[in-house]
């Protein structure tokens, strides 16, 4: 039977609020991620700020922090010289900061009044990401099922083995990729619980074109997946790809989209397209249906500060 950490936040206060984004945090402090490695770079040069990324976002109303493991895996940091024992290393120690983070902020009894002790979910990145050409916003990539399996897994293990409560199995763009890390997560920690979420081109459809409902009845199928939903996707897709996922799974939705801007791969920047009010769209998300709730890309500390704010204000459930 999986053990699900989300149960307890659900019963207790009916949401868990997520982090934000995390490469983009550190790049507005001052950070120059310009490198395949995006946020793993600072694993290897400066995992002190990630720590207090992670540590501010817990301050300002988290309930789980993402780890920086996004876009390391262990082909990525053979680039840099790195064997395997040595990215495993890299990518054990992304967890360790955010776990640092997460007792350091509850060891503060201020912190506990009216919260529950945090969780640290391992981000686990797309095959895309570790292309850096913005294929995780395609799903074009050229590698077949058995090709994703084999990537995915060395590294689940790696994260399953780390001290993280879940795994965050994030920004999918293609259903046969989703396929891929169930097997992989089924072969080598069949007991890890998971949330996975997609990435969507509009309000019906992943970015390789496949239903986001397609995605989410494969995804909540297995016994493992204890969240599912979206992550990534404008704002402005949110609540027409709630009710898709709400029409074919009872299991908690999860969501946590971008500010609204675009980015170009090309470019490498991003392109604004509006902003959004994430307190009051988080209580919007909360009433279509998501439990999770948080932000990804060009979001900040302030914006999930408003989440929390805004979800605290729902009356919180019986019992």
């Not at 550190?26 to 207090?52: T, V």
């Not at 391992?122 to 077949?144: F, I, K, Q, R």
């Not at 399996?149 to 999918?172: K, Q, W």
């Amino acid at each position: 039977m999986i053990n699900n950490p989300l149960e307890p936040f659900l019963t207790s206060q009916g949401y868990v609020v997520l982090d934000g984004g995390l490469a983009t945090e550190l790049e507005r402090r001052g950070a120059d991620l310009r490198d395949p490695l995006w946020s793993a770079r600072l694993l290897l040069e400066d995992p002190e700020l990630i720590y207090q990324v992670h540590l501010d976002y817990y301050a300002a109303g988290a309930d789980v922090a993402t780890s920086a493991s996004y876009q390391a895996g262990f082909a990525e940091l053979a680039r840099r010289g790195l064997n395997a024992h040595q990215a495993a290393q890299v990518m054990r120690l992304s967890v360790e900061l955010a776990c640092r983070a997460r007792d350091d902020f509850w060891a503060a009894p201020e912190n506990r009044r009216g919260r529950r002790r945090p969780l640290v979910a391992a981000s686990v990145g797309p095959y895309g990401a570790v292309l850096a050409n913005g294929a995780e916003y395609t799903g074009d990539y050229g590698l077949d099922m058995r090709g994703l399996v084999d990537f995915h897994a060395p590294r689940l293990r790696v994260l399953a083995e780390s001290g993280a409560d879940l795994l965050a199995c994030e920004t999918i763009p293609t259903l046969v990729e989703a396929e891929a890390l169930l097997v992989a997560l089924e072969t080598v920690c069949p007991a890890m619980p998971v949330w996975m979420s997609f990435t969507c081109r509009d309000g019906v459809h992943l970015w390789h074109g496949e239903t986001l409902a397609q995605a989410v009845t494969t995804a909540a199928a297995s016994p493992q997946v204890v969240a599912v939903g979206i992550n990534c996707t404008a704002p402005r897709w949110v609540e027409s790809l709630l009710a898709a996922a709400r029409g074919v799974t009872g299991k908690p939705l999860v969501v946590y989209p971008n500010s609204g801007e675009s980015w170009d791969a090309a470019a490498r920047t991003w392109i604004a397209c509006g902003t959004t009010d994430f307190g009051r769209a988080a209580l919007a998300w909360w009433d279509a249906g998501a439990r999770l709730i948080g932000g990804c890309c060009r979001t900040t500390p302030d914006d999930i500060r408003a989440v929390r704010a805004a979800l605290s204000t729902l009356q919180r459930p019986a019992g």
